[in-house]
């Protein structure tokens, strides 16, 4: 029987060059993923964003069909307006009897104002909503993609006014 000698011995395993391929393969693919995963968020929150401002021009388009068209030719710089138009369209009309008195709006979406660049905002346009992406100067009403502004209903109140900037 030949005992086995130690310039002969086989091992069995990865080199090296095997390990580092294996892993430089590795993190280009995770590059790649991480690259595409952030599109894909961005896609998203435009998306995302799209419909909050499509959901506040349908309540608006609602509200003026049953009650009176807001319009406003002032150019807002502080969100008030914004703030304003959206209370208004997730209020009651108690006067109404008959028709769609409200809300047009949902009433547990109570969103901050911003001015900042970095967030996606729905803004006031004189007469309905468009969306303003970040890397644009403007106020607005804050759209939170963690629905941190969602949950608790608005109390309006029975001394709510509601805007009346304008009726066509």
Same mark, same amino acid.
């Given at each position: 029987?030949?005992?086995?000698?130690?310039?002969?011995?086989?091992?069995?395993?990865?080199?090296?060059?095997?390990?580092?391929?294996?892993?430089?393969?590795?993190?280009?693919?995770?590059? $790649?993923?991480?690259?595409?995963? =952030?599109?894909?968020? @961005?896609?998203?929150? %435009?998306?995302? &964003?799209? /419909?909050?401002? #499509?959901?506040?021009?349908?309540?608006?388009?609602?509200?003026?069909?049953?009650?009176?068209?807001?319009?406003?030719?002032?150019?807002?710089?502080?969100?008030?307006?914004?703030?304003?138009?959206?209370?208004?369209?997730?209020?009651?009309?108690?006067? $109404?009897?008959?028709?769609?008195? =409200?809300?047009?709006? @949902?009433?547990?979406? %109570?969103?901050? &104002?911003? /001015?900042?660049? #970095?967030?996606?905002?729905?803004?006031?346009?004189?007469?309905?909503?468009?969306?303003?992406?970040?890397?644009?100067?403007?106020?607005?009403?804050?759209?939170?993609?963690?629905?941190?502004?969602?949950?608790?209903?608005?109390?309006?109140?029975?001394?709510?006014?509601?805007?009346?900037? =304008?009726?066509?």
């Amino acid at each position: 029987m030949k005992t086995p000698d130690a310039t002969h011995r086989k091992f069995s395993g990865f080199s090296l060059v095997e390990v580092t391929i294996s892993i430089s393969i590795a993190g280009i693919m995770a590059a $790649i993923a991480i690259a595409a995963f =952030g599109n894909i968020t @961005k896609g998203a929150k %435009i998306s995302i &964003a799209q /419909n909050v401002v #499509e959901s506040l021009n349908d309540a608006t388009k609602q509200f003026g069909h049953a009650q009176y068209k807001i319009v406003s030719t002032e150019e807002n710089t502080d969100s008030t307006d914004e703030i304003q138009i959206l209370r208004t369209l997730q209020w009651k009309d108690p006067s $109404i009897e008959f028709g769609t008195p =409200g809300p047009f709006m @949902k009433t547990d979406w %109570i969103p901050a &104002a911003s /001015n900042s660049t #970095e967030d996606y905002r729905a803004v006031w346009a004189g007469s309905f909503w468009k969306l303003v992406q970040p890397g644009t100067s403007g106020a607005g009403l804050k759209i939170d993609f963690q629905a941190s502004d969602v949950g608790v209903q608005v109390d309006l109140g029975d001394d709510f006014e509601p805007v009346k900037f =304008g009726v066509e």
